[in-house]
């Protein structure tokens, strides 16, 4: 078996978790920001698609990707105004369990103009959990 073949099997097997974590983030992020009328923000969530991972176990030569690819779901919350950004993470922690935080904005010169968003480590909370998905918890994803 190639190594190509090895990845892609390996992430098929867990592939349609981190699809039901994708799903179940976003969801659960949309009603916890129309709880607190965030009407305006965009929430979108996605699973790593099976081609991206292996394209990005292999470009950066990772040995155990499953674990070292922290991205395998993805929420990304897109807000209107700039000035609601730290409620808006503090309303995603009511869902998510942050984790390491990489601001993108520090990496822009002041005088420059571009991405401006904040990542972060992620896994759902447990007490937000069912009893259907409580096979999701402990899952890496990652917020925008």
């Known amino acids: 078996m190639t190594r190509f073949e090895e990845l892609v099997n390996k992430y098929l097997a867990v592939y349609d978790d981190y699809k039901r974590l994708a799903t179940r983030i976003e969801d659960e992020l949309r009603r916890e920001l129309d709880a607190a009328a965030f009407y305006q923000a965009h929430v979108t969530a996605r699973a790593k698609d099976v081609d991206s991972f292996v394209k990005k176990a292999i470009r950066k030569g990772y040995t155990d990707p499953l674990a070292q690819i922290g991205d395998k779901a993805g ?20 869902v998510l369990e942050l984790g390491d935080r990489d601001d993108k904005r520090n ?38």
């Open 75 to 94: 929420a990304r919350i897109s807000i209107p105004f700039a000035r609601d950004r730290e409620e808006v993470i503090g309303v995603a922690g009511r």
């Open 107 to 144: 990496l822009l010169a002041a005088e420059k103009v571009g991405y401006q968003g904040i990542h972060f480590r992620a896994s759902v909370r447990p007490e937000i959990l069912d009893e259907s998905d409580a096979d999701l918890s402990g899952l890496e994803a990652e917020l925008q």
